[in-house]
């Protein structure tokens, strides 16, 4: 391979490669000073969201626990009509066993010389 020197060449020297690295380096070193606050404000952000997180796993748990004891100690309510249809049985049932006792009665006497 040879140069033709009509050709467009480019020619890079070692100087120019150092010049151009060192000022890479230091533009580098003026984002890392300028993003340390920032990064450290997002630690601790970070940190921050965590312990809230663990708080609410926390709330969480005792919420439900008291979930559960509060479903434990509600019992089923029977409806209207349930609690009225037992309460007329038992007072039909009662009325039945005084008529029977009252029938009892009379075929005792009628029974009896």
């Not at 020297?13 to 340390?36: F, H, M, N, R, W």
């Not at 663990?54 to 559960?68: Q, V």
Request: net charge neutral.
């Amino acid at each position: 391979m040879s140069l033709d020197p009509d050709e467009p060449a480019v020619r890079v020297t070692l100087t120019s490669i150092y010049a151009e690295l060192g000022g890479l380096k230091s533009e580098v070193a003026a984002l890392v000073a300028q993003l340390g606050p920032h990064v450290i404000l997002t630690k601790e952000k970070q940190a921050e969201y965590e312990k809230r997180l663990e708080n609410h796993g926390d709330r969480l748990g005792s919420l439900e626990g008291r979930i559960t004891r509060l479903e434990a100690a509600q019992r089923p309510r029977a409806p209207w009509y349930a609690v009225t249809g037992a309460i007329v049985g038992i007072l039909t049932g009662a009325g039945a066993l005084i008529a029977l006792i009252g029938m009892l009665g009379r075929i005792a006497e009628i029974t009896t010389p």
